[in-house]
Each structure stands twice: as structure tokens, then as C-alpha cells.
């Protein structure tokens, strides 16, 4: 049985006879997983030890005759467009503070003249924009996978990180250019108090919204919205740097507005390699180690599996999948080696925060030869 997999490709339901629920794609939208399954995870129920299958899971498939799984693909575009809500509502509510604080130190920087403080308005106001972008990208994410995007769109998040770094830098060379343009130009600043406030305003704006951002981005698993939110927190520091500029300026020191703007622009930079990294990473398909090792001791906990081969997993928005071999007797049949792919792929989604869905290849003890003898060639056998 070295070619049995057990997958639910999109717009497909199996119906797995005992274990009574429909398999379309498994959308168990899994957060922060202290076994609250989050919206969407429609039951509730025991995972003792008698989970697998086996006479040890009579009372586990008992429970799902009588109250069944869905798991199909009406559950997957659900879920999804919950965590796409909530999202949504946080791009949008931070975009309202964010162009409220840009607003206030746009006026105040017409008043004053003060560079440092147009630094922070400009970058302040590209953090806003950044909501257009992201807004696009969870919309998309809503629509249900079809046989040319068949993993979904997810990936717009990842698309729409590019957009993100691309418009922080842009707002790095903005910066930078005025600050440098002041230096050669020194500008008397008025209204230092007005650029006082301007900057406690931005600080304060920047840090509510970069807990919110950050909150839900890792709630729902988006990397595009906690990079947005670390952008936005680095914003409110960057602020209170105005206030040493104002300082500056109070005390005659011409050039202490733009080398403050100077210091804002490489605050920008900082961002900008962060925010970059963690994009790259996530188009590199990159997870935490410890979710693959989750996902191998989850494995080993079922009864039947006696061992465990590759564990791969990426992200697609803000969902994982995973792929996952395990080894089981040689002697199973192939309705029960079903099952255990079956047991082994729900212990992964109630294991690990955030994943949807697994592919599981049943492998097996030697018997003779080697199973995957006629896939040598084309390196399948070096990949397990």
C-alpha cells in the first residue's frame, strides 16, 4: 500500500462510510489553538485516547454518526471569509485612526515647516494606503479555489506584502530626500508646541494601531498584516523622534529638525528589512520548525501509525496545508490503512493552529523490495 493517499481535493466529497462526514475541503479554521476551533469548526467533541481507529475508537466514531463532522467546502469558504472579516475590519478601523493622525500632522506641518514632522506624515500616511493592497488581497482570498487556482487565492496576501515593502521604502526615500534637502537648506520651524502635539499624536495613533494589526494578523495567521503592524509601530516611535527635533529647534539648533528626519528615514530602513524578510520567507514557502514537529508528535499519537516520515507544510494566506508520510503495518487492508490516513490527517488539523488540510501517504515496513523502486528515477524516493 506504498501509494495510498488520503487528500480532499477542492469541489470533491468522499464519503468515508463509519467515520460519517463529508470530505470537500477541510476548513477547520484553527487560531491560537487551546482547542477553540475558532469560527466555522462546527463540533465539539471529545479527543481522548480513543480517537483512532480500531476497537479503541468505537465511542470516537459513535459521536460522528450522531453528531457529524462537515467538512466540506461550503465549511472552507465560511471560515474563510470570517478570518477575511476580521481582516477587513481592522484594516479599515485602523485606516480611519491612521488618516486622522495624518490629517492632524499634515496641518501642523503646513503651519510649522518642520521636516522631521513631514517625514513622520508621509510614512504615516503610506501606512494607510497599506490597507488598500491588504483589503484587495483578503477580498480575493474569499473566492473558493477552481481548477486554475486550485489551492485557492490565498496567495494575494503574499502579493500584497510585496506592495506593502515596496510602498515603505518609497516612503524611506520621501524622507530621506526632504531631510537631506533641509540640511542644505536650513528652514527656521514655528509652532514648536503645535509640532509637540503633532508628534504625541502620532505616536499614539501608530501604537493602537499597530496592537490591533498585530493582534488579528496573528490571530488569523496573515503575515502581510503583522508586517503592517510592526511598520506601523516602528511609525509611533519615529514620532516621539520629532519631539527631539522640536527640542532642537527650541534651542536654536537649525539642524536638528532634518537630522532627526535623517534618523526617522533609517527607522524606515529597520521596517523596511523586517517587513521584507518576513514576506520573502512566507513566498519561500518558510514555517516555524515547531509546527513540523507538532505535526510529527500528533502523528505518533495515532494508534496505528508506528512511525513517521516527511512533514512538509506552507502557507496559503493565512491557512497552512501539510503533506505527511506515516508508516503502518504491512498487513492492513487498504479500508483500514483509509482509515488511519483518515485519524492521522484529523489529529494534524486539531494539532496544529491554523492548518486546513493534509495529504497523508501511507508507507509500510519492508516486505519486499522497496515500493518506491519505479519512482528512483525521477528522485521521488530521495524527497521521502
Known sequence: MAGIRHTHPNGHEHHHGAHGHHHGVHDHPHGDHDHDHGPGHDHDHDHGPDHGPGPGGARHRLAHLLR??????????????????????????????????????????????????????????????????????????????????????????????????????????????????????????????????????????????????????????????????????????????????????????RWADPVVGLLITVAILLVLRDAAREVCRRLMDAVDPALVGTAETALRGVDGVLDTGQVRMRWIGHALRAEADIVVDPQLTVVQAHSLAVAAEHALIHAVPRLTAATVHIDHRPVEGDPHAALAHHGAVSAR
Do not use: C
Open 68 to 253: 457529524p463532522h462537515s467538512h466540506d467546502s461550503g465549511d472552507k469558504v465560511d471560515a474563510a471569509m470570517e478570518t477575511s472579516r476580521d481582516g477587513m475590519r481592522t484594516l479599515w478601523i485602523s485606516l480611519v485612526v491612521l488618516a486622522a493622525t495624518t490629517a492632524v500632522q499634515a496641518v501642523i506641518v503646513a503651519l510649522s515647516g518642520s521636516v522631521a514632522l513631514f517625514g513622520d506624515t508621509v510614512h504615516n500616511a503610506a501606512d494607510a494606503l497599506t490597507a488598500v493592497p491588504l483589503g484587495i488581497a483578503f477580498v480575493l482570498g474569499r473566492r473558493a479555489a477552481n481548477r486554475r487556482f486550485t489551492y485557492g487565492y490565498g496567495r494575494a496576501e503574499d502579493l500584497a506584502g510585496i506592495v506593502i515593502v515596496a510602498v515603505i521604502a518609497a516612503s524611506a526615500v520621501v524622507a530621506a530626500f526632504m531631510a537631506v534637502d533641509r540640511l542644505l537648506h536650513p528652514r527656521d520651524i514655528t509652532h514648536l508646541w503645535a509640532v509637540s502635539v503633532a508628534a504625541l499624536v502620532g505616536f499614539a495613533g501608530n501604537e493602537w494601531v499597530a496592537r490591533y494589526r498585530i493582534r488579528t494578523g496573528r490571530r488569523i495567521g496573515s503575515a502581510a498584516l503583522v508586517a503592517d503592524g510592526l511598520h506601523a509601530r516602528t511609525d509611533g516611535f519615529t514620532s516621539l523622534a520629532v519631539l527631539l527635533g522640536a527640542g532642537g529647534a527650541a534651542l536654536g539648533v
